[in-house]
């Protein structure tokens, strides 16, 4: 490099040896170095936004720098020729061109040597995607369940359980389900009324039914609520069936190397493919193989997604890629399991004080959240669930009908006390005592026992 470059170069990097709180705006103009990648630099026009561009104003806030940012000319991240030479952004940081590289540069021992680089900005690691068709969860023994969330669950059986002390009670104080409560049986037992609730619940019906209209009005919510219940369950089951036919469960590379009916790749010459002809696990090595034989690469990463969206072929890849490809294509899902975690860094020469600095204002932006947010932003994802496996149903979802079972066992409460009141009130009006305590000692009868009481021999009567 010439003497003028290198002379300008040392000046910048004694501008920045102090630390970053005493930094002046007018002190220091870095060059930055990125590359045009979704979603970490993108255009807008004439300028650039992204992930990256976030990251670095977020930085040079925090260490009160100003920076003149540009494209990488041969839009490289940075490897060795044959020569020995470094291309891209890091042959850029390497021969004084650019102070900083802020982009996706993955932190190897190769690069390490170098040039400096800060704490990881963003973890990653090497996973593979697939269509959604073609990937599936294990079959679980109480899957069916799932079908309903927890709390729904938890609605319905507080739901029967409300319904059927209801019904006992209703049939306990309406007249017309007990005329005589010393001489007659109730049937409706508090286990005949959970039997009776299951029973419809079923659609089996279970009886002798309600003969009072207080009855009737609770047991008609009651079917109305256990029809529209089932209807969704039913529903819910139907799409998770659907889904699941002949799909198969791959979850792991491993899975990936033991089947032969999808294919799988990667970019070649890349860093995910070195890691497979690397690697000493034979799983790992078996998948290098397979590529290699089968040359089954992608030119890049858009094409390696547009393979997988054809469906029968996986493309591995770097997970934070990958999470921003399914967020983007929806038919698309990334496997759980990731490997070989790396992680994203900014380069800077070796021996910059920067890199001190730099590594500072990163990790005060993680404990603050920051970088979260940025990831939030930028990997949002445009899909809306649809054609895949049902979510489970939640209370919600149904607030209509649990309100109208709430309101209708009242309704019965209400109608049954009211029948009650109107015998109560005949009774009273026969004894010439108080309505109050006529019903009092009709309760106390139907909950407590004791002798109903019956109106005294009127004079007519006597004679």
Avoid at 240 to 253: A, E, G, R, T, V
């Amino acid at each position: 490099r010439s003497p003028f470059k290198s002379h300008l170069v040392s000046a910048r990097l004694v501008a920045m040896r102090r630390p970053y709180h005493h930094l002046s705006v007018a002190q220091v103009v870095l060059k930055v170095t990125t590359i045009k990648e979704e979603p970490y630099a993108m255009s807008k026009g004439s300028e650039l936004e992204g992930f990256c561009i976030d990251l670095l104003s977020a930085v040079s806030k925090k260490l009160d720098f100003k920076y003149d940012i540009q494209l990488v000319k041969d839009s490289r991240y940075g490897k060795t020729d044959d020569s020995g030479n470094w291309n891209g952004m890091i042959g850029e940081v390497v021969r004084g061109e650019a102070d900083i590289a802020v982009a996706p540069l993955t932190l190897t021992a190769k690069r390490e040597a170098a040039v400096d680089m800060t704490k990881p900005f963003m973890q990653t690691g090497l996973s593979f995607i697939l269509r959604k068709d073609l990937a599936s969860d294990d079959s679980q023994f109480l899957s069916l369940l799932n079908l309903f969330s927890t709390e729904m669950w938890m609605g319905v059986l507080v739901a029967y359980l409300l319904t059927s002390v209801c019904i006992f009670l209703v049939s306990r104080i309406s007249p017309c389900e007990w005329e005589q409560p010393d001489t007659e049986k109730n049937i409706f037992t508090l286990s005949h009324s959970f039997w009776y609730t299951v029973g419809a619940l079923t659609l089996q019906g279970a009886g002798p039914h309600p003969k009072a209209l207080s009855g009737r009005v609770i047991t008609s919510i009651w079917w109305l609520f256990s029809l529209v219940l089932l209807a969704c369950f039913f529903a819910n089951l139907s799409l998770w069936l659907h889904s699941d036919n002949q799909q198969q469960s791959i979850k792991s590379f491993e899975d990936l190397a033991n089947q032969n009916l999808i294919e799988y790749g990667t970019i070649k010459d890349s860093s995910s493919f070195a890691f497979f002809k690397n690697s000493n696990n034979p799983t790992y090595h078996r998948i290098y193989e397979h590529i290699k034989n089968a040359q089954s690469y992608s030119l890049n990463a858009e094409e390696g997604f547009r393979r997988a969206l054809k469906g029968n072929y996986a493309f591995i890849g770097e997970s934070v890629s990958l999470d921003l490809a399914v967020a983007r294509y929806c038919n698309l899902t990334r496997a759980p399991e990731i490997i070989g975690m790396r992680g994203y860094s900014i380069a800077a020469p070796l021996g910059s004080p920067l890199v001190k600095n730099l590594s500072v204002a990163i990790l005060q932006l993680s404990e603050s959240g920051e970088l979260d947010y940025f990831r939030s932003k930028w990997w949002a994802s445009s899909c809306i669930a649809k054609n895949g496996k049902s979510a489970p149903l939640k209370p919600a979802s149904l607030k209509g009908i649990f309100l109208l079972l709430a309101l209708g066992l009242g309704l019965g409460l209400f109608l049954a006390l009211m029948e009650l009141a109107a015998k109560s009130h005949k009774i009273a009006n026969t004894q010439q005592k108080s309505c109050c305590s006529v019903m009092s000692t009709e309760l106390s009868q139907r909950f407590r026992g004791g002798e109903l009481m019956t109106p005294e021999p009127s004079e007519k009567n006597k004679a």
